[in-house]
């Protein structure tokens, strides 16, 4: 039994060295005192392996959007290796980018984006007794937000209504509130403007509407939850959002009381005041532009998940919805898709590559194609089930005609056309010319018998029977009797 077992590992093999840990030369040395007792080369086997390689699904990963710091570990447990080198890649990703990666080989994420989102694998590579070992982790990252917002409606009154002068305004504006952004970790957006006369024309006055986006998502808005832990996170985010309502509502109250008038003026225009004479809120629980409520997120049904590739979703929608025909999506988080250049369309909805568009003709001769089918279809059934009907019509009629019973007319036909064969075999017809001997005489009789006979098969000929031949020939004989 030792002696076969030596001969199986001493199959001709390639040695891969042997200055390797004391375990390995130990295994090496007593596969070789094997092969060389049952008389095989000194070779070492195919199947000891010199590296070992394993691959690992990670979980999906939710990252809130605008998080001051995430980590993401190469490994969800914790491996005690010396010296291992770490290698992060992203799928899909459009425009390359250097990665920040700590010593512990965690994956460092600053002000997360929608962009950000992807997919993400981790390589760690090591030396373990003397085997190089790589094991690679794969994480599905999603970027979300909890609800929660703000919307803003702004009247000034002013003198003049022109352009010029209300982005002038709106840039004195901006400036002004940008240190309330900071100081309450929000960030404010213009979303429109209008400028309308006012209802009271006495003083020649118009009114410039100003509405502002608030999102609370400001810059270390989330300072407060540092927690690894997903649900500790997400109580946490949704806490610091309600908190976080109360107090920019009151700071931008107190703001426009302190800044009553903003006067705008400048080489090239006249000097002009904008007065502030109202401001309201309105609390808004809405997805941003490229997010959707899709209940991924289990310990947060209500969060506001980034929309895939493929997808969109514009402001204000709580939707993730397919892109449209003609149009793809190659990100995540998209507001609106991309359409296809140079009159090109895409098959199908969900396009999330610029590959799947292609030219019209041939996405036409396939729509026109499909819409046909049903059309065809429409008319070679009925076709088929007439030509069926027929069918079996007409092969019921042939059997109806071949095994029928017969009817009593017939029967009396085939009766008398029957006995008049009888009768006609029973006369003996004489031969004629002058050679004719004294049977002459009983001739006279048997023509009597045919006359009457013929009378019967004029008869029958009226009635329809087969017999006019045979009644000539009778009657012919009869005269020359």
């Excluded at 008389?39 to 990252?63: K, M, R, V, Y």
């Excluded at 994956?107 to 090591?126: P, V």
């Excluded at 610029?354 to 046909?372: F, H, Y």
């Amino acid at each position: 039994h030792n002696v076969q077992w030596g001969r199986m590992l001493c199959a001709p093999g390639v040695w891969p060295h042997l200055r390797g840990p004391g375990v390995l030369k130990t295994v090496g040395i007593l596969i070789l005192a094997l092969c060389r007792c049952s008389g095989q080369p000194s070779s070492l086997p195919w199947d000891l392996q010199t590296s070992s390689h394993w691959e690992h699904q990670g979980g999906l990963i939710f990252i809130h959007m605008d998080s001051s710091l995430y980590s993401l570990p190469c490994s969800p447990m914790e491996i005690d290796v010396v010296d291992p080198t770490y290698h992060w890649v992203q799928d899909r990703a459009v425009d390359p980018k250097l990665f920040s990666v700590t010593k512990e080989g965690h994956l460092l994420f600053q002000h997360f984006q929608a962009g950000d989102s992807g997919k993400y694998s981790c390589t760690i590579s090591y030396v373990k007794h003397g085997i190089s070992v790589s094991q690679t982790f794969h994480y599905s990252v999603f970027g979300y937000h909890v609800l929660g917002g703000l919307e803003t409606v702004l009247l000034f009154h002013s003198k003049i209504c022109k352009d010029e002068w209300t982005k002038r305004f709106l840039w004195d504006l901006k400036e002004k509130l940008w240190q309330l952004e900071m100081k309450q970790h929000c960030k404010l957006q213009f979303t429109a403007t209008f400028c309308f006369p006012s209802l009271n024309n006495i003083l020649d006055e118009f009114i410039i509407q100003v509405q502002l986006e608030v999102s609370l998502f400001g810059p270390r808005w989330d300072e407060h939850c540092n927690s690894q832990d997903m649900e500790t996170a997400t109580n946490c985010y949704q806490t610091t959002v309600r908190q976080n309502l109360g107090q920019v509502r009151l700071a931008l109250t107190r703001f426009f009381k302190e800044h009553k008038s903003f006067h705008v003026t400048g080489a090239d225009i006249p000097s002009t005041n904008f007065t502030n004479e109202f401001i309201g809120f309105l609390k808004t629980e809405q997805c941003s532009g490229g997010y959707g409520q899709t209940k991924q997120l289990q310990r947060c049904l209500s969060c506001c998940i980034v929309c895939p590739p493929g997808t969109f979703s514009p402001p204000k929608s709580s939707q993730c919805s397919l892109c449209p025909v003609g149009t793809y999506s190659l990100t995540y988080g998209v507001a609106f898709c991309t359409p296809c250049k140079d009159g090109m369309m895409t098959r199908l909805p969900g396009a999330s590559s610029v590959t799947e568009c292609v030219k019209m003709e041939k996405t036409k001769q396939a729509v026109s194609t499909a819409r046909r089918i049903p059309v065809l279809l429409l008319i070679i059934l009925p076709a088929l089930l007439v030509t069926n009907c027929l069918f079996i019509l007409s092969t019921c009629y042939c059997f109806c005609q071949e095994y029928q019973m017969p009817s009593p007319t017939g029967s009396k036909k085939r009766e008398n056309t029957t006995r008049m064969e009888t009768a006609t075999s029973s006369v003996k017809i004489p031969m004629q010319g002058p050679q004719a001997g004294p049977d002459v005489g009983p001739a006279s009789d048997t023509s009597h018998l045919d006359t009457n006979s013929s009378q019967g098969g004029e008869e029958e000929h009226t009635k329809g029977g087969p017999c006019p031949a045979v009644t000539l020939s009778l009657d012919t004989a009869t005269d020359e009797t």
